[in-house]
């Protein structure tokens, strides 16, 4: 199953993964900070995510292929071609260069703190979706 790994202390990542959580018709999508074990665990295979600064949709080593990681815009329009439906409508911006998608990203990622009223808070998901969330 896929993972979005997130900054759990930024509002604006919460308001996103509670947006995710509301619009998720499949209910597979699972959940981590990237300060939690798992995200942490993540990181350390992968050291060239040290100086990203992104979400991170992460899918596991299945049947021969290696695990998968998409950072920055890539991420941002897999995890809207996972929600199908109007929000595959966003999959238009992949066909714009990805580095004017991923500068687009880092503009909004840099100022995500600012963007939620309340600065840093930490996403508390409701009971029925605690399973999806990995520590």
Same mark, same amino acid.
């Given at each position: 199953? @896929?993972?979005?790994?997130?900054?759990?202390?930024?509002?604006?990542? +919460?308001?996103?993964?509670?947006?995710?959580?509301? *619009?998720?018709? *499949?209910?597979? =999508?699972?959940? $981590? %900070?990237?300060?939690?074990?798992?995200?942490? +665990?993540?990181? $350390?295979? *992968?050291?060239?995510?040290?100086?990203?600064?992104s979400v991170?949709?992460?899918? @596991? +080593?299945?049947?021969?292929?290696?695990?998968?990681?998409?950072?920055?815009?890539? $991420?941002?329009?897999?995890? $809207?071609?996972?929600?199908?439906?109007?929000?595959?409508?966003?999959?238009?911006?992949?066909?714009m260069p990805?580095?004017?998608?991923?500068? =687009?990203?880092?503009?909004?990622?840099? *100022?995500?703190?600012?963007?939620?009223? %309340? %600065?840093?808070?930490?996403?508390?998901?409701?009971?029925?979706?605690? +399973?999806?969330?990995?520590?």
């Amino acid at each position: 199953m @896929p993972v979005l790994l997130y900054d759990g202390t930024c509002g604006f990542c +919460a308001e996103s993964v509670q947006l995710v959580l509301r *619009h998720d018709r *499949h209910g597979t =999508l699972q959940f $981590a %900070g990237l300060d939690s074990t798992f995200g942490r +665990a993540i990181l $350390a295979r *992968h050291p060239e995510l040290a100086l990203v600064d992104s979400v991170v949709w992460y899918e @596991p +080593a299945h049947g021969g292929a290696s695990e998968r990681l998409l950072t920055r815009s890539a $991420a941002a329009l897999r995890v $809207a071609r996972y929600l199908g439906g109007a929000w595959r409508l966003a999959t238009v911006a992949g066909l714009m260069p990805r580095f004017f998608r991923d500068l =687009l990203y880092d503009l909004v990622a840099h *100022h995500r703190h600012q963007l939620v009223r %309340g %600065g840093q808070q930490c996403l508390v998901p409701s009971p029925d979706q605690r +399973a999806r969330f990995l520590t």
